[in-house]
């Protein structure tokens, strides 16, 4: 059950008028969703911080969270194809920014976990991320370091041997929720309605991203807010062409695996052929093999390489790998039964290319961009 939603009030943050040098951060963007039973407080957000950064949740104590969603990289691990872990240990996924995460209908490339709160309780225990055997060890810090108790009282009332999983993850998910971003040059342009914001070559690009590109009808624009993402699942042939030939076989296996109790973020992190099955791991259906979240696009100029297995290294070789109806080469095979009947060949001329990039670097926030440059 998704837990019931309650509109977050960021009114420090909407009086700012829509001046060139300090636009509204939070134009373009919908309320942020938050559930009944994690309200939104600053000391809950303060606490989360400092968990995020906590390295001594993670078996070496060289692993936090913001090892691989770090804000001076957009909060990702940029520009590594897939994250590394416990002893530089390698997944086999594109770490996707926390950035705009609290508005995902799902977490996770295959959205396997439900929210916020309950994403976070996974890579403490992944072997190859924080690798704990338990949620143990992160309770001993807790209940016991001097710093959090005054954090944990004024953020949940506890302290000392009160303090639980339900209270870490909590604060996590509201520090999480707070990091959001809008205000981009297309957020002014789009929404703002200030016609200088962008240039001749973004307006061409979003008209493509509208027309001949469809884009938008999976990366959604609605009247009041855009968030690029419908939040559901295709298969668009990104790594699906290497294990194509077998994919039977290995959904199969895996579906067995499962039955038995095999732990699916183990798996998906672990192996690779596992990872490309995508979506099919968390829902047992043919029609979702090869098929993973669309994400959102927001800030994408500064989260490169791209797509779940980070294959793509910059924004015009995905925008090839679409105008090819999902492939980087015109020679490359043609892509399976499996691919999502939203792609096909688009046969986009350079000039559209070039303003479909152009578009896609107008979604940067200039707060995002700034963490980046002072952390440099
Ligand atoms: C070793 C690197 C690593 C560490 C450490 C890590 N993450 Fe991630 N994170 C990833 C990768 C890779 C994914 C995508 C995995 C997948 O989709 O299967 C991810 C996915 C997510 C998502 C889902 C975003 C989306 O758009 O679906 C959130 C939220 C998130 N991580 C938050 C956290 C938090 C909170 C922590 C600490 C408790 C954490 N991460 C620790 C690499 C990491
Ligand atoms: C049928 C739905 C669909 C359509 C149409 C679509 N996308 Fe996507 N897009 C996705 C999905 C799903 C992914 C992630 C796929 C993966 O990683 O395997 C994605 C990934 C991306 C990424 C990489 C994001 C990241 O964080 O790595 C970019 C950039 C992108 N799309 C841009 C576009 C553009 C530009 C167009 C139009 C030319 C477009 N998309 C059309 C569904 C779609």
Redesign the pocket.
Known sequence: MRPSLRLLTLTALVAVPALAQSPNPLLGLPPVPVPADNPQTPEKEALGHKLFRDKRFSANGEVACETCHDRGKAFTDSPLPVSEGLGKAKGTR?A?TVLNAAFNETQF?DGREPSLERQSTQPFLNPIEMGLPSHEPILKVVRSDAEYQPLFKSAFGVSGGAITMDHVTKALAAFERAQVSGGSPFDRWYFGGEEKAVSDAVKRGFTV?LQQ???V???TVSQTSALFTDGH??N?N??FPRIEKDVVEMATAFSTAKKKGENVDVAVLANKNTSDLGRFAVDDRWAALGS????T?RN?EL?AP???DGSLKT?EE??EH?SNGGKLKETDPEPSGFL?G??RP?NLTADQKKD?VAF?KSLTSPQVAAAMTKSK
């Open positions: 594109n996707p490339w991203f590109g469809r884009c009808s999976c990366h699942f295709h668009i990104v790594g993973f979240k669309t994400p696009l994408i989260t791209y797509m779940h924004l995905v925008v679409y999502s939203g792609i688009l479909l896609l």
